[in-house]
């Protein structure tokens, strides 16, 4: 069992310690401490996870390949078991995230090429590492996220304006209520999620002060030139071409409520190639809802 108190909370794994079975690793990352999974031997496969998840979103996954992959999950910092340090101490902003990405890899010292997995809010920090080291990178899974700015067919969610522009509201609500993660839980999958599943995705966001990461990953979304994390957007959605097709592949559920089907298509326009696996009856949390043939489309996709 995982147990560690963040900013005065008991965070543990009870009551969920079955599905997520793994030992805790922590490495000292740009002045905070980064929580992680390192399960397996082999090739490595770095799992990148977004907002208001943790690593524990990859558990099937890295159960599922840890057997011959070296499979890595980590943390970010403000989420899962990793510090969650305030506003003052901690810059939470795409570049932050990258470097500390960045920083995990070499720490971990990994000599091979690395696939990525990711997803949502970790795609857009997976990929914006990938491409200031595309000579480090062996394949990518890409699964409801971004790669771009919004597609222009593509509005920006009022539930995210209101979290973004709307402090006045979003601040007790997000901090106070939880209300990004535990919404989460009825939005972001079709399946009904058990309680223990419930428990383990929210967790580690379990005090005001330990759902810092959940706004401001929201206020972080670049939406005009004046927003700090633009230019960073602005290049990876430039350098996306330099990633080669056929190292890539898609999973999707159609049913996102944010990264719908108009972000695919997005994906697919720049890569009309790369194989691409729509699942209709899936939603944003894909791996809850199609948790085993994801993993044998990936399992054939890494081999």
Not at 37 to 62: C, E
Not at 92 to 101: C, K
Not at 147 to 159: E, T
Not at 183 to 202: D, F, H, I, M
């Amino acid at each position: 069992m995982v147990t560690r108190v963040i900013n005065g909370q008991l965070t543990s794994t009870k009551g969920f310690e079955d599905l997520y079975p793994f030992e805790p690793h922590y490495a000292h990352i740009n002045g905070h401490q980064m929580h992680y999974v390192d399960q397996g031997k082999g090739a490595p496969v770095l799992m990148v996870h977004g907002n208001p998840t943790w690593s524990f979103y990859f558990r099937h996954l890295i159960r599922g390949l840890s057997g011959r992959f070296r499979t890595i999950a980590p943390d970010h910092i403000g989420c899962g078991f990793s510090d969650k340090p305030s506003a003052k101490t901690y810059d939470y902003t795409l570049d932050q995230r990258v470097a500390d990405l960045d920083a995990l890899i070499r720490r971990l010292d990994i000599n091979e090429k690395i696939s990525l997995i990711v997803h949502d809010w970790g795609g857009m920090i997976g990929l914006a590492w990938a491409l200031d080291n595309l000579d480090r990178v062996d394949k990518i899974v890409i699964t409801n996220t971004s790669g771009f700015f919004l597609p222009a067919s593509k509005g920006f969610p009022a539930a995210l304006w209101i979290i973004k522009y709307l402090a006045p509201l979003a601040v007790p609500a997000v901090l106070g209520a939880n209300i990004f993660a535990r919404g989460a839980l009825y939005l972001a999958a079709e399946t009904r999620l058990s309680q223990s599943v419930k428990k383990g995705l929210v967790a580690p966001y379990n005090s005001w002060q330990n759902r810092i990461a959940t706004l401001k990953f929201v206020q972080d979304i670049p939406i005009t030139a004046k927003d700090r994390s633009y230019a960073r957007v602005r290049k990876v959605d430039q350098g996306l071409c330099a990633l080669d097709p056929d190292r890539l592949m898609f999973l999707w559920g159609t049913r996102d409520f944010v990264f719908d089907i108009h972000f695919l298509e997005e994906f697919k326009n720049r890569f009309p190639r790369t194989s691409a696996h729509v699942f209709e009856d899936a939603g944003h949390y894909l791996f809850e809802d199609k948790p085993d043939p994801c993993l044998k489309l990936i399992q054939k996709f890494l081999s």
